[in-house]
């Protein structure tokens, strides 16, 4: 079973995660900026999600995270929960 370990940036408009995403460009830290501004619990960890299973996660996450560059952000990707900046820090298929 494929696995991966991701951060990630949940906010709950596109606006928000836009503008997040051109700090990070500018060369901010991913982790400081999840503290700052994520609405998920991983936030108080830095956006680190640990490791997880594909079909874990909804399926708009999963496919970032299992079909997507590695170590470079994506997104806004949008789901249920809002709005995410997703950077993949590894996976195993």
Same mark, same amino acid.
């Given at each position: 079973?494929?696995?991966?370990?991701? @951060?990630? *940036?949940?906010?709950?408009?596109?606006?928000?995660?836009?503008? *997040?995403?051109?700090?990070?460009?500018k060369g901010k830290d991913?982790?400081?900026?999840a503290k700052r501004h994520? /609405?998920?619990?991983? &936030? /108080?960890? &830095?956006g680190d999600l640990g490791?997880?299973?594909? &079909?874990?996660?909804?399926?708009?996450? !999963? !496919?970032? $995270?299992? /079909? /997507? !560059?590695? @170590?470079? $952000?994506? &997104?806004? $990707?949008?789901?249920?929960?809002?709005?995410? @900046?997703?950077?993949?820090?590894?996976?195993?298929?």
């Open positions: 079973m494929a696995t991966a370990s991701a @951060l990630h *940036i949940l906010v709950k408009t596109e606006k928000e995660a836009l503008s *997040i995403l051109e700090q990070l460009k991913f982790a400081m900026l994520s /609405k998920c619990p991983s &936030g /108080k960890r &830095g490791e997880f299973r594909r &079909g874990q996660m909804v399926k708009a996450f !999963d !496919d970032v $995270v299992f /079909k /997507k !560059d590695v @170590l470079k $952000v994506h &997104g806004p $990707v949008k789901t249920r929960f809002g709005y995410h @900046l997703i950077k993949t820090l590894y996976r195993s298929n």
